[in-house]
């Protein structure tokens, strides 16, 4: 494949994707801080062409999210920032400052209705915004880590759950939201502004009306972190994954009774980063740090396993309509195709990538898993019997290469969460906060002086003592933290 990257010069690692549910459209967030807007032809035969490219920041863009009826998305990016694009104008529609951390998941609400956006952050806080009037109407708070990921319930009204490196599954309810006029959010932006400027920039501090948040269940099966959770789209099914490499399947039974674990999927070998319901059928489809992607087909106890050389896994979005699975990873991302809804039958089988080029390189895979032949009807996902059964995929390929994970803390640290936290201290907001506001001005302040002293000493030979050596040190310590801190 070649060296020419996605998403510009810095980075070609996707970090996010999202199918628009209607159009032909697929967004993709990149380590580098853009965000590429994707056209495909036919979900049948897709071919790539790139539409748009949106420049978030120069710092990795982690989440976004196409507005199911909008024609806007949303993003999340290491500038704390959470915006709001129109998509068929190229511009900003707002922007949303309350985060003080890293934006790891963003989404709209399902119904495409209820003006609500979800966002999830290292700040180990999960938010929920009216994006119409600006306002942060919940905040989702009592987590001890960063908050890896934060959906709706898509069969529960004012349910969602979260995934969070504290190894913890939460779900949670949040009353006294009232649903209002739907006014399409361009229209409620050109109200609500007062200038000429395209973007409205909305604080967490304008919160008139909040809701009531309640936390009902937390289940802590995990051994480490969870980087992703993901609800059933017609069943009270949660799914979750993590750092101890298992993908787990809960049951919602009730308001009142934790979840129960359904099973335990194997097949990773390190980091899961995430996990997802096929929409179309009973398939679970999971990617991780091993450059595996798994599709487990539940009603048959099986798996196929799709390996990419190289590259880990870290975003995935399965088209709502179509066999379409998008699958980010260090190299650019995966277009599959299962064209089946069963995968019993391609045991067997590999699936054989094929390149499509664009004007810069051959970045993408276009895989189709369609052996041609007839399936049966499958059986409803996860019946009772299936959850007694312990499922091992069948590895179709074995070559893996493990690389250490870029952003969290290495997984020699997380098993004693405790001793990490306290070796931490600042994972703590209030350290964050004071750390950002006034340690880093300091710092800038004390390299500037550093700076001109040395070019004084530059022109002043005769002056050079030991002094000028140890000076020399302590500006490039500082110059390393000031620039290198938390890339």
């Given amino acids: 494949m070649s060296e020419s ?15 628009h549910p209607t159009r032909p459209l697929l967004l993709a967030g990149i380590f580098s801080g853009e965000i590429q807007l994707w056209d495909y032809t036919s979900p049948d035969m897709p071919d790539l062409k ?10 990795p863009v982690r989440a976004v999210a196409f507005h199911k009826r909008e024609p806007v998305f949303a993003s999340g990016c290491d500038d704390f920032t ?15 400052l309350g ?33 119409k009037t600006g306002e942060c109407i919940a905040t989702f708070s009592g987590l001890c880590h960063y908050v890896m990921r934060a959906v709706f319930s898509p069969i529960t009204n004012n349910m969602i759950v979260t995934g969070s490196l504290d190894m913890t599954v939460s779900v949670w309810t949040y009353e006294g939201y009232t649903a209002q006029e739907d006014t399409p959010l361009l229209q409620a932006s050109n109200m609500s502004s007062s200038s000429s400027s395209s973007s409205l920039s909305l604080s967490s501090s304008r919160q008139s009306s909040p809701c009531k948040v309640n936390r009902v269940h937390v289940v802590d099966d995990h051994l480490r972190g969870v980087n992703w959770v993901s609800c059933h789209p017609t069943q009270s099914i949660i799914a979750s994954a ?18 129960s674990l359904v099973a335990s999927l194997q097949g990773h070998t390190t980091n899961v980063s995430f996990v ?3 929409p179309h059928s009973d398939l679970i489809i999971s990617g991780g740090e091993d450059g595996r992607l798994i599709l487990w087909d539940t009603t048959q106890s099986s798996a196929i396993t799709y390996t990419s050389l190289n590259n880990r896994y870290w975003a995935i979005s399965c088209h709502l ?45 276009v895989i189709d898993i369609d052996d041609g032949t007839s399936h049966p009807d499958t059986a409803p996902i996860l019946s009772s019997s299936w959850g007694q059964r312990d499922p091992t995929p069948v590895l179709l390929q074995n070559e893996i290469v493990c690389i250490d994970r870029e952003d969290v803390p290495p997984p020699a640290l997380r098993p004693g969460f405790g001793e990490y936290m306290m070796s931490r201290p600042e994972l703590s907001t209030p350290y964050m906060k004071w750390h950002t506001l006034v340690t880093t ?15 004084v000493l530059m022109v002043n030979p005769a002056r050079i003592t030991l002094s000028y050596y140890i000076f020399v040190a302590l500006l490039n310590a500082l110059l390393l933290d000031i620039f290198l801190h938390r890339v």
Avoid: C
């Fill in 82 to 96: 959470v915006k709001i694009w129109d998509y068929e104008n190229h511009s900003v529609v707002r922007t949303f």
């Fill in 441 to 455: 001005p300091i710092k800038t302040l004390m390299a500037f002086v550093l700076i001109v002293w040395e070019f």
């Fill in 99 to 131: 985060h003080q951390d890293y934006i790891r998941s963003v989404m709209f609400h399902p119904n495409g209705t209820d003006p609500l956006l979800l966002t999830a952050s290292d700040d180990q806080l999960a938010r929920l915004w009216n994006y």
């Fill in 5 to 19: 990257k996605v998403g510009g010069t810095n980075s070609e690692r996707v970090k996010s994707l999202d199918f």
């Fill in 50 to 59: 790139l539409v748009h490219t949106y420049n978030h920041n120069t710092l």
């Fill in 321 to 365: 309509h179509h066999t379409l699975i998008a699958a980010g990873h260090d190299g650019g991302f995966d277009l599959i195709n299962v064209a089946h809804p069963s995968l019993h039958h391609l045991k067997d089988n590999t699936a054989s990538p094929r390149h499509y080029n664009d004007d810069n390189s051959d970045r993408h895979n």
């Fill in 276 to 278: 997802e319901f096929y």
């Fill in 242 to 259: 993590g750092d101890d490499n298992q993908v787990m399947l809960w049951r919602l039974n009730d308001a009142h009774t934790k979840p």
